[in-house]
Every structure is written in C-alpha cells, then in structure tokens.
C-alpha cells in the first residue's frame, strides 16, 4: 500500500484521531496523529488486513520547541512498505501511549526516548533510564538542557 | 524408604534461594563493558537483566553540535569493528536529501570496502564466539586474516579501524594499482579459512553440542524484537536490505543470502546465528569478486558538491544492511549545516534486547554463547 492509501484505511476506522496526511518534498510521507489514539492506531497498524506492520525500524523522539514530537518507522516484512507516524505532546505534560505491548521493541527504544528526551510513555512496564546512570538529572537531547555542574562529586565537564 | 519419599525429602532440603550474579561490566565475555544482571536457580537462568550505559558518549548531542561532514568521524566510533558499513548510510541519506548523483566508479569501490569490512566483522564475530566455546585456534586464524583486509582497508584511507573513508558524494581516496590483486588474493585466502574453520570449529562435534539448540529464537519472537541481520536470517527469515531495497549497485550482483536452515539443531539457535555469518562471508566474497570485474578502473572519486554541505529543511529515514543488522539514521534538518537532531537505530542496541527472552531456562554457560551469537558492539549499543 502506499502510504495515501494507508492514510486513507486509518481514517476510516479511527477518524478524527488521524489528523493529516504529509507529502512534502525532501521529506518520508507520515502521517500525524492524536497522541491519545497512538496505541489504538498502531493496534490497527499492526493487525489490520492488508497493513501487518509487523516491523518497528525505530521509534524517536524529538525536541520541537513548544512540544516533543515522537516519531514511529515502520515496516511490513510481508509487502515491504512503510509508514511513519507521528505525534506531538506538550512539553509540560508529554504522555504518549506506549506500544511496547504491540512491538516489543519499542520496549528499549521508549525507555531510550525517555531518558534523553523525556518523552513518558503510558503504560510502559519499566519506564526507567536505559543510557544514563538511573539517578541522573534532566534530559540531555532536550534544546534548553543545561549539564548539572557535578555528579555524585564528580566535576561534569 | 519409598522412592517418593526420598525424592521429597530432597527436594525439601535442596530448595535454595535464588542467585543473583553480576556479570560485567568488566569481563571479557560480555564482549565490552555491559552489566548482565543474572538471577538463577542452581545453575538454570531465570532472569536476565541487561544495564547498558557504560560506554555511553552523548553521540546524539554531539552530533547536533557538528557539522555534517565532521559527523562521519564519530559514526566510526559507534560499531568500531565495521566502520564502513557504519557510515554507508549516513552518507546516504546526505547524498539522497542534497540529490547527489556519485559516480558508477565510488558506487563499486563502497561496495567493495564494505564487503570486505564485512567480511573482517564476521570474522570477528565467529572467531570470538568460539572462543566463547572455548575453541582458542580458529580465533588466530581469523585474526591473521582480518589483518589482511585491515592492510588494503588502511591503503585506501589511512587508518586501520577508524575510517572516515566514506564522503559526501564520493570517498575520501582512490584506488592504488595493485588494489585488485590484493583484494583478489584476501578473498581466496578468505575462503580457505573458512574452510579450515568449518572443519575445525563449525561442525567439530564439541562445539555443535555446545551451541545446537540453545538460545532458540523463533522468527516471530525475532520479528517482534525488531531484530535483523544474521540473529533475523538465523532464525529462517531471508530478510537482508542489499536485496530488499538494493540501494547503491546491488541490484547489480548476484548473491544469496544464507538463512538458518536447521542442520544441526533447530532453526534460530546459536549455531544457526553463527553459520549464517560464515556462509555470509562467502557471498561477500563472491560480490566482491563480481564488484571487481565491473568497477571501472578509471574515472575521479569524488563528486561535485557544494563547499558547505547544507541540507534543505526535511527529514529522513536511511538504513542499509549492517554486518550486525539494519543501521538507520534519522536525520532531521533545519535548514543549516547542522542537524536539528540525529538518531542512530544501532542494530546491536535492537538484537541486544532480545537477550532476556531467548536466555531464560538455560545454563549460565550458556547465556555466555547466547550473548557471543548475538554479535554485538557497545560502542553502538550505548553510542
């Protein structure tokens, strides 16, 4: 399927969830949806005839200023196309669903999402650092982060 | 006495509490500095706890401080034993964003280094993994050969491991003259190796027993955990990028991709894992056999690009097919001549975190050669 075409399939059954379709020059065609509905979509994304992204290349998260955007690759391993969605949050309150339960790689990879970026995935079972040492401070990938000046007594340079 | 009498009365009195050990971060089968957190009964793992970070060196925040070209560097340095594959498809997904054509000639030549780093990574990986097993000699064997394709690898850049060869829209030197009978003769010398090795290691009645059926690993389970390269293939799934989405010119060759099959033990244990690199090696062999007889001996490296590499305001997904599994790099630009943030998917960080899955229920022996068949390099895994 092409990813109009998916696009199109996800609005069918999750409507007002999908919010729009982008194909911009020099970019991957995504798809932007509601953060609430991220788990729902993913579900129908992974399931659903003709769909079965079975694959999850990558999960990032990135910092967008205002919000933290989280962004999903993935692949069908049976008909070899591939999507992106995304979604925004608010930087106060950045929830997202997580989709570990569907692809359990993103297991690593939220935890990954989270401890640079802090990005907090929702039902997440182990929602705990995976880079940096369990009691470190901040998000690191953030744009406003400021290096703590030492750690545990250590000089932080 | 009963029987079932004795046998509850032992059971009473063997009813241990479980273990938790510590293995790493400094221990030479961790193959790197990784924790494994490992709990078990008796000598059985029950649970397997990876703590990653050790080796953590912010490439992520450094790269949004750099300018793209001064980028390749520190992509060497994240899986440092194939650092041409590493850097494949960084350069990609440059060229793909700035619509850079390279020349037929740089497409062979990439090709060719990346084989041939390839084929010193499998080596690697096979040598060491049975050295996991305890099997000292293939692992000289294959350290004597490696530095062959170490030698041709420096001709052509100048440096042994780290090589920042690989440019935007070219490669940073050309070829030297005797280059095509030195690679010629690493690739016979290559394959007589692997033959030795196969009666030595693979099939050596010690090591299969060692290594057939432990740490199975179902294709679905594989598919799930994201995992790729030989861990995928090992378990029956002939899913390699050269083929699927035949970026640069390999399209152009014909070569198979070995999978699991099942010859001694089931499909997606250690010992499939393993001989799916070793057969890997001869299809590298033989594309870059065929690489030679097509690259055109003549013809400059490099492309013409602008002075400062700047990329247009987007985005992008780029992977290729890794020694270790699919590497991709999602770049997002803002218009500058840094990136606004670059994420590395590390296939080692992926096929890492299947380990608690497919570990549980065998010895701790055998969580050694478990993690050994994975092939991982933390340098990519903590980046």
């Not at chain 2, 032992?10 to 030479?28: C, F, T």
């Not at chain 2, 050790?54 to 992509?75: A, D, N, V, W």
């Not at chain 2, 440019?167 to 692997?194: A, H, M």
């Amino acid at each position: 399927m092409t990813p109009q075409e998916i696009y199109e399939h996800l609005k069918k059954s999750h409507d007002t969830a999908v919010l729009e379709f982008v194909d911009q020059p020099q970019t991957d065609p995504f798809i932007r949806v509601e953060p609430s509905a991220v788990f729902d979509i993913c579900h129908s994304l992974r399931d659903d005839e003709g769909l079965e992204f079975d694959y999850m290349m990558s999960l990032s998260a990135t910092d967008l200023g205002e919000q933290l955007g989280v962004v999903y690759h993935l692949y069908a391993m049976k008909y070899r196309h591939k999507i992106v969605i995304k979604t925004e949050v608010p930087k106060d309150n950045p929830l997202v669903p997580s989709v570990e339960r569907l692809w359990r790689t993103a297991d690593w990879h939220e935890r990954e999402a989270f401890d640079l970026i802090g990005v907090v995935f929702e039902g997440h079972h182990n929602m705990i650092r995976i880079l940096l040492p369990y009691d470190w401070e901040g998000h690191p990938l953030r744009k406003d982060y400021q290096a703590p000046e030492t750690y545990h007594g250590m000089k932080v340079s | 006495m009963s029987e079932k009498k004795r046998l509850d009365l032992e059971y009473s009195q063997l009813d241990s509490d479980r273990m938790r050990i510590n293995v790493g971060p400094q221990h030479p089968s961790t193959h790197g500095v990784l924790r494994l957190e490992v709990e078990v009964d008796g000598e059985i793992v029950t649970e397997v706890v990876p703590h990653l970070g050790y080796l953590h060196r912010s490439f992520e925040k450094h790269c949004e401080r750099m300018t793209y070209p001064q980028i390749t560097p520190y992509i060497d340095r994240m899986d440092y034993i194939s650092a041409m594959n590493n850097e494949w498809p960084y350069v990609m997904a440059l060229e793909k964003m700035l619509d850079i054509k390279v020349p037929e000639k740089v497409e062979y030549l990439r090709v060719i280094v990346a084989e041939l780093n390839r084929i010193a990574n499998h080596q690697i990986a096979v040598a060491t993994f049975g050295l996991d097993a305890g099997a000292f000699t293939p692992f000289l064997f294959y350290f004597r050969d490696r530095e062959y394709i170490i030698w041709i690898l420096e001709k052509l850049s100048g440096a042994r491991l780290l090589y920042n060869y690989f440019r935007v829209g070219g490669v940073s030197g050309d070829i030297y003259p005797e280059f095509k009978e030195e690679v010629l003769n690493v690739v016979k010398q290559v394959r007589k190796t692997n033959e030795e090795v196969m009666n030595l290691l693979i099939y050596n009645s010690i090591f299969v027993k060692r290594t057939a059926n432990v740490g199975i690993l179902t294709p679905e389970v594989a598919i799930n955990f994201g995992c790729s390269g030989p861990v995928l293939r090992g378990s029956g799934i002939a899913h390699d990028l050269r083929r699927d989405e035949a970026y640069s010119v390999y399209d152009r060759f014909d070569f198979d991709i070995p999978v699991g099959k099942g010859e001694v033990g089931v499909v997606g244990d250690c010992w499939n894992r393993n001989m799916v690199r070793v057969h890997e090696m001869e299809q590298s062999c033989r594309i870059i056999e065929q690489a030679l007889e097509q690259m055109p001996m003549e013809g400059d490296v490099k492309a013409m690009i602008p002075k400062r590499i700047k990329l247009p305001k987007g985005e992008v997904y780029m992977r290729a097919e890794n020694p270790k599994g699919d590497l991709g790099f999602y770049i997002v630009s803002n218009g500058t001549d840094k990136p606004e943030r670059l994420k590395a998917r590390g296939p080692s960080f992926v096929n890492l975190s299947v380990i608690p899955e497919i570990s549980k229920g065998y010895m701790f022996a055998d969580l050694i050669l478990i993690l050994g068949s994975i092939d991982i390099v933390l340098g990519e895994v903590d980046r």
